[in-house]
């Protein structure tokens, strides 16, 4: 049996703004957001990964030692990607 990825666990100081972004990059839904502030999402389809995000005091300051690749889809070019999650970020979860 082969072992799959549960969950990506990102920290995060401000985790609403980060779930905002990831939500509106790939699509993914909040699944739960709980009293300690921790923030899931999940696909809409079901078709790949959680996404937990995890707050944390400090700053960051070495490399990340993650990053996730993405390609457009759906017939949009990259340049056009680039440019929708440059774009500034809607309102709400």
Do not use: C
């Not at 990506?8 to 699944?31: E, H, K």
């Not at 457009?72 to 990607?81: F, L, P, R």
């Amino acid at each position: 049996m082969a072992t799959v990825i549960s969950s990506i666990a990102l920290d995060a100081l401000d985790p609403p703004l980060l779930a905002r972004f990831w939500t509106q990059a790939l699509g993914y839904r909040v699944l739960e957001s709980n009293d300690a502030d921790v923030i899931s999402l999940a696909p809409a389809d079901g078709s790949g990964p959680d996404i937990d995000i995890i707050p944390v005091p400090e700053h960051k300051s070495l490399k990340n030692r993650l990053h996730l690749d993405l390609r457009a889809a759906g017939g949009s070019t990259q340049e056009q990607e680039v440019e929708r999650l440059e774009a500034p970020l809607t309102d709400g979860l």
